[in-house]
Every structure is written in structure tokens, then in C-alpha cells.
């Protein structure tokens, strides 16, 4: 597609509950992120995968995250266990290389309410 | 470690007034990249800029301008004879060096209200 593009835009779950949100990027990108942002807050960054593989997960915030990306393209965040906390919207987002300065394009984020 | 601060949080004006955003960076690369995302009601962030640090030449896109200033670690935005279209969530980004990755660090954000 032109854009990228996450599913799905809205998710409310019961706390406990598994959820996957997933992303396909910019046709051609070769390296995909995974930002959070908070109600009033700016993005932060999870994680990022260069290819099939999590080059930098250090922004998970604990070990209930998980993201793939196994054939370099669709990526799928999972979170196990959701919490209130985890209420937020996910924005993914890809650009042409993983080179440093290179231009980020976000998709519309996908909204997760845990209640 | 990078921080961006955008000290202001909301702003409104009438249209057609000129309104100027600001963003200061702490960083201590000497190489790094600023940006400006729009997000407007829609949630998707869109990109306005992107300035090399070793570029201070202020850049002019139709009503939008924006000055860096190395000596003042800031990166303003103005958006001259703003329209109603303008209203979004305006936020400055400044790119890490990680790995050689594009990780990128937010500012809060400055919410900008044209009235019509």
C-alpha cells in the first residue's frame, strides 16, 4: 500500500487478555519500528527490526512484549497478560533503510484500551 | 542521554496570525538529526522535516519555516497565516545514534488550535 498500515484501529480487552496488533509497512522499507504513545505524551520507541530480525528491543517494557517480523515484511506486536497500564495507542512505522537520520513514516496507530 | 522540550503545551489562534512552536534538544552527539511530526485528530504522525546537524540554514516549505539555532540546541517552527487546517499536535523528534538506527526521541508535544 502507499502507507503503513496497522490493524486494528481500535482494541478494547479485559485485563489477562493475549493481544496482537499488526503492522504492514511502506512497500520496499526494510526497516520497521514499534512506538507507544501515551494519553498526552509523545511517541516512544519499543522496538525495531531491520529485516526479520529485532535489531534494538530495548524499549520493550517488560517480557509480557513480544514482536516478530518473520518474513521481513508484516510485523505483529503481542502483548500477554494486558494490564490497565498498557492503554495506549501503538504506532508502527517504517522507512527505506534502518540508517541513522533516515526519514520514520507512522501509521494511524492502533488504540488499545485495557479495562 | 536525548531530550527534547517543547515547553509549550497548547496554543490557539485566530486565523490568519503567524504562531511559532517551539523545541530545544539536549544531546551529546555531534551528529544528529531534528524533525517535526504533524498528528493531526486522525492519529497518524506526519512527516514536516528533517535537518542534518551540520545544516543551520532555515528552510521555508509555503507558510511553514523553521530556524535552528545550533548555539541555543533549538529547532522553532513558525506557520505563518495559520488556518483552521492547522490544528493538530505538532511534535519535534531528534534522532539518536544506536546501532546505526533511526530510534527517535519525542517531545510531549504542542497542541495548536486555529479558530476560525
Known amino acids: 500500500g502507499a502507507g503503513v498500515s496497522q490493524t486494528p484501529s481500535n482494541k478494547v480487552t479485559e485485563k489477562g487478555k493475549y493481544v496482537e496488533l499488526r503492522c504492514d509497512p511502506i512497500?520496499?522499507?526494510?526497516?520497521l519500528y514499534w512506538y507507544r504513545q501515551s494519553l498526552g505524551q509523545g511517541p516512544e520507541f519499543l522496538i525495531y527490526?531491520?529485516?526479520?530480525?529485532?535489531?534494538?528491543d530495548s524499549g520493550l517494557p517488560n517480557d509480557r512484549f513480544f514482536a516478530v517480523r518473520p518474513e521481513g515484511s508484516v510485523s505483529t506486536l503481542k502483548i500477554q497478560r494486558t494490564e490497565r497500564g498498557d492503554s495506549a495507542v501503538y504506532l508502527c512505522?517504517?522507512?527505506?533503510?534502518?540508517?541513522?537520520?533516515?526519514?520514520?513514516?507512522f501509521g494511524e496507530g492502533s488504540w488499545l484500551t485495557v479495562v | 542521554a536525548q531530550k527534547v522540550t517543547q515547553a509549550q503545551t497548547e496554543i490557539s489562534v485566530v486565523e490568519k496570525e503567524d504562531v511559532t512552536l517551539d523545541c530545544v534538544y539536549e544531546?551529546?552527539?555531534?551528529?544528529?538529526?531534528l524533525f517535526w511530526y504533524k498528528q493531526p485528530p486522525s492519529g497518524e504522525l506526519v512527516f514536516l522535516i528533517r535537518?542534518?546537524?551540520?545544516?543551520?540554514q532555515n528552510e521555508i516549505s509555503g507558510r511553514y519555516s523553521w530556524n535552528f539555532q545550533k548555539s541555543t540546541s533549538s529547532f522553532n517552527f513558525t506557520i505563518t497565516a495559520s488556518q483552521v487546517v492547522d490544528s493538530a499536535v505538532y511534535f519535534c523528534a531528534l534522532s539518536e545514534i544506536t546501532g546505526a538506527n533511526s530510534k527517535l526521541t519525542f517531545g510531549k508535544g504542542i497542541t495548536l488550535s486555529v479558530r476560525p
Open positions: 512505522a517504517s522507512s527505506s533503510s534502518g540508517g541513522y537520520g533516515n526519514t520514520i513514516y
Open positions: 512497500s520496499g522499507h526494510t526497516a
Open positions: 527490526f531491520q529485516g526479520t530480525g529485532a535489531a534494538d
Open positions: 535537518r542534518n546537524s551540520f545544516d543551520e
Open positions: 544531546t551529546r552527539d555531534t551528529t544528529y538529526y
